[in-house]
């Protein structure tokens, strides 16, 4: 007869037996990286959530209500988990986008001022002092300092 999952935990919970969460992870691995692998579609970012679900599972193993079914649970962690995954990776490949679009060749030139213009307006003026000094007029973190009346390890910190 099989041992119940809430067993399981319960075990591992207690003793920190390894192969009671081994045997959970082998029940619901398939299952966890599967949604993962669905929200994400990204298998290595699918792995790390699987793993962190896990590794959620293991640290909150004494807290988990003996009534709640752990394979519910692992797989609204796995959704949480790779909803928030997705959405980050999603946020840094915009900002890899913008990046390469204002770094591209001059037949970008009207995308790449409308971004920066209005980035820009947003800076507050010493940030905005700092980056035309540095980046427009191609000046080294010395003179900005200088120019500022800041030390140049610190010039574009405030």
């Known amino acids: 007869m099989e041992v119940s999952d809430q067993k ?4 591992f919970a207690q003793s ?3 192969d009671a969460f081994s045997t959970l992870v082998e029940r619901h691995l398939p299952m966890v990286y599967g949604v993962a692998s669905r929200i994400t579609d990204c298998p290595s970012l699918a792995e790390e959530v699987a793993q962190s679900t896990f590794a ?5 193993a004494k807290r988990i209500d003996k ?3 752990i394979g519910g649970w692992l797989y609204n962690a796995a959704r949480n988990a790779a909803l928030t995954s997705a959405r980050s990776e999603r946020r840094r490949r915009q900002r890899e986008t913008l990046n390469t ?4 060749s001059e037949s970008d030139q009207p995308l790449v001022a409308e971004h920066l213009e209005e980035a820009m307006s947003q800076l507050k003026e010493g940030d905005r002092s700092a ?6 007029e191609d000046r080294n973190l010395r003179e900005v300092g200088c ?8 010039s574009l910190i405030h």
């Open 67 to 69: 009534n709640v079914v």
């Open 16 to 18: 920190r037996s390894e």
């Open 8 to 11: 399981m935990l319960a075990e």
């Open 101 to 104: 679009e204002m770094n591209s």
């Open 147 to 154: 120019e500022l009346g800041i030390s140049e390890d610190l």
């Open 56 to 60: 959620k599972l293991a640290h909150q």
């Open 131 to 136: 980056l035309v000094l540095r980046y427009f």
